[in-house]
């Protein structure tokens, strides 16, 4: 398995905005996930290349946005209007194939970050 890289987490206010990185290249599916303290592991965003569908969670709709820097080998999470209930550890997840679940599934990644923190306070 190979270990992927995230940065960019922080503390931030209620209404903020943060941008989440993490050093990835060579997958067809790349996404972002999280998990708060006592919760279940959530499906934030999805993108698939090539061609660069994206898939989001209904909780982040609007707000946040997965994009992907080729020449810079980088995945991104630009977070904005953040709420106290996105706080979360967050991991960036890829692979080069899928199963036939959802997107948003973590069990369809076989390669994951180590997590970056993301706080929100009100």
């Known amino acids: 398995q190979v270990q992927l890289v995230e940065s960019g987490g922080g503390s931030v206010q209620a209404g903020g905005s943060l941008r989440l990185s993490c050093a990835v290249s060579g997958y067809k599916y790349m996404a972002w996930f999280r998990q708060a303290p006592g919760k279940e592991r959530e499906g934030v965003a999805v993108?698939?290349?090539?061609?660069?569908?994206?898939v989001y969670a209904d909780s982040v709709k609007g707000r946040f946005i997965i994009s992907q820097d080729n020449a810079k080998n980088t995945l991104y999470l630009q977070m904005n209007s953040l709420k106290p209930e996105d706080t979360a550890m967050y991991y960036c997840?890829?692979?080069?194939?899928?199963?036939?679940?959802?997107?948003?599934?973590?069990?369809?990644?076989?390669?994951w970050g180590q997590g970056t923190q993301v706080t929100v306070s009100s």
């Open positions: 997840a890829a692979t080069r194939a899928r199963r036939s679940g959802s997107l948003l599934d973590g069990r369809e990644y076989t390669d």
């Open positions: 993108i698939v290349t090539p061609g660069g569908m994206k």
